[in-house]
């Protein structure tokens, strides 16, 4: 059950933020609930350790040994950042909107990261991870500066025709299940009938996944909006940006490596290590040229492998 | 009321003209100089798309695909332009033409090349799976669809263009889906009712924050951030 509270938890959050009336305790209900996430997490991670796999709504919401690790540092990431959140939106929010603005975001930019480990339908990750972009967008723009602007113009258009790319590539992914008549559509489902499954189709879908949702984890040559976006969030936005939401993509690509593997026509797993090896080998280069810090973190958050 | 089989010829028929219009939308997208024409052509690449959605939904009866087709009316045909007026009215309706990096016959040639590239990885797919239902238009299209929408994003420098662009790729995604994963489909009404809606909404604030701010639409002209 602790599962399905984490997810209404943010949403909860999010509410009282925009709501006017209750908006003054917007910080309050942000940390709360986020320390409330974290704590059910480790309850969460602490069952996976004993029992292996936790359900809370079979063929939806599950969580295992994988998954309970994107969790749990999504978890501790988004609770820190919460605390900091504190006293740097007080010192930076002009009005009492932009307050209202950021924490209504905040909740729902955890809320899109805390489900793509916990749903376990691939067609719903999809959906998870195309929130992500939605929700953080308006929070990389905060500050309104023409500079944030810009940034958070080329992440929503970059990241979302990626996603535009990867939905083809589940669409394929789940036609290919379809002809075999598989049942249960979940990652699980997915890996045990990928012997059976059209090794072409399931080659066209992992690549037209690796390109789109590669665009948000910023595989180099995809990584051009990644610096901009990433030095003009504010600062416990940034965290989350590049501590959490690339790893969170990053899994959602992982879960598909063992149903490729089952499908022996693509090494998914030296393909994606040679364009891990090329975006850590540009981006190294790259972070010579580079004076402002928070580049330089947005930079080495170009090289995920 | 079509569920007899020897409807399906009539119905795939049908659908064959649904696809070929809504790739014509698509290639209007790309040929047409103002927003609001944009704008006209992706509504008209909607109702193709919807209509392809019912069709397709006709037989079998297929209850999700109908609600696809009917939400996806509802969203595109009137929430979503009512949107784009409520937040950047006067950039849908300027009468100026958009800037674009390449003219439009060479963008039309364009065009051609990605449809026929969409038919040249299409092909293979379906005749792995041989493939003989309604995937066997809507794959190619859809593809060829999607393909356009990354043109016409890449080229256009103004952001409702873009965002159009954007919601043109999604069509042509979803063209594809329609005839592959129909029972699976949960995904298409969740996406078509909410995903769009939300695109439009977030990239409509930001458009109107980068106008206030920075006094100009054109997404093209923010190249201010360089590593120095």
């Known amino acids: 059950m602790s599962l399905i509270a984490i997810l209404i938890l943010p949403m909860f959050a999010a509410l009282v933020s925009w709501l006017r009336a209750t908006s003054a305790l917007a910080p309050v209900a942000t940390l709360a609930s986020s320390g409330a996430i974290l704590l059910m997490t480790l309850k969460a991670t602490a069952t996976v350790l004993s029992k292996g796999e936790v359900a809370a709504l079979p063929g939806w919401i599950a969580v295992d040994g994988l998954s309970a690790l994107i969790l749990l540092l999504v978890a501790v990431v988004g609770f820190a950042a919460s605390v900091f959140s504190l006293g740097y939106i007080r010192a930076t929010a002009h009005t009492p909107r932009q307050v209202r603005v950021y924490y209504a975001n905040y909740n729902l930019f955890l809320f899109s990261m805390l489900s793509v480990p916990v749903l376990i339908q691939p067609n719903l990750v999809w959906t998870a991870v195309e929130l992500t972009t939605l929700f953080s967008v308006l929070l990389v723009s905060f500050e309104d500066t023409r500079d944030a602007l810009e940034a958070a113009w080329k992440y929503v258009v970059l990241t979302l025709m990626g996603a535009a790319i990867a939905l083809l590539g589940f669409m394929v992914l789940s036609w290919a299940f379809r002809r075999i008549n598989g049942q249960v559509y979940t990652w699980a489902g997915l890996t045990s009938a990928a012997a059976s499954m059209n090794p072409l189709l399931l080659k066209v879908a992992f690549l037209l996944i690796l390109v789109g949702f590669g665009v948000k984890v910023g595989l180099v040559p995809l990584h051009t909006w990644l610096p901009d976006a990433h030095s003009q969030a504010p600062s416990p936005v940034c965290a989350l940006l590049s501590g959490v939401e690339t790893t969170v993509v990053l899994y959602a690509i992982l879960r598909l490596v063992p149903i490729m593997k089952a499908a022996p026509v693509l090494d998914a797993a030296k393909g994606a290590l040679a364009l891990g090896l090329l975006s850590t080998g540009v981006a190294s280069f790259m972070l010579l040229r580079v004076h402002d810090y928070k580049r330089l973190f947005a930079f080495s958050t170009a090289r995920p492998c | ?228």
């Not at chain 2, 990096?101 to 005749?127: C, D, E, G, K, R």
């Not at chain 2, 769009?196 to 093209?220: K, P």
Request: glycine share 8%; aromatic share 10%; with cysteine.
């Open chain 2, 1 to 228: 009321m079509f569920s007899s089989p020897s409807f399906i010829p009539i119905l795939s028929a049908l659908n064959d003209l649904a696809a070929g219009l809504f790739l014509l939308s698509a290639f209007g997208m790309v040929a047409t100089r103002q927003t609001l024409g944009c704008l006209r052509f992706f509504i008209l690449q909607s109702i193709f798309f919807g209509v392809s959605a019912l069709l397709i939904g006709a037989n079998p009866l297929a209850w999700d695909l109908i609600a696809v087709g009917l939400l996806n009316f509802v969203t595109k045909l009137f929430l979503i332009p009512w949107m784009l007026r409520r937040t950047v009215r006067e950039e849908v309706y300027a009468r100026r033409e958009i800037v674009q990096v390449l003219n439009i016959p060479t963008s039309l040639l364009i065009a051609m090349i990605l449809t026929v590239i969409a038919y040249f990885v299409a092909t293979p797919m379906l005749h792995a799976v041989g493939e003989t239902g309604y995937a066997k238009v809507n794959l190619p299209v859809g593809l060829a669809a999607l393909l356009l929408g990354v043109y016409t994003l890449a080229v256009r420098r103004e952001s409702v263009p873009q965002l159009i662009g954007l919601l043109a790729m999604e069509n042509g995604a979803f063209f594809a889906g329609i005839a592959m994963v129909s029972g699976l489909s949960l995904i298409a009404e969740l996406a078509i009712a909410f995903d769009a809606l939300m695109l439009t909404f977030v990239m409509g604030v930001l458009t109107r924050a980068i106008q206030m701010r920075i006094g100009t639409t054109e997404a093209g002209a923010l190249a201010f951030l360089r590593e120095n």
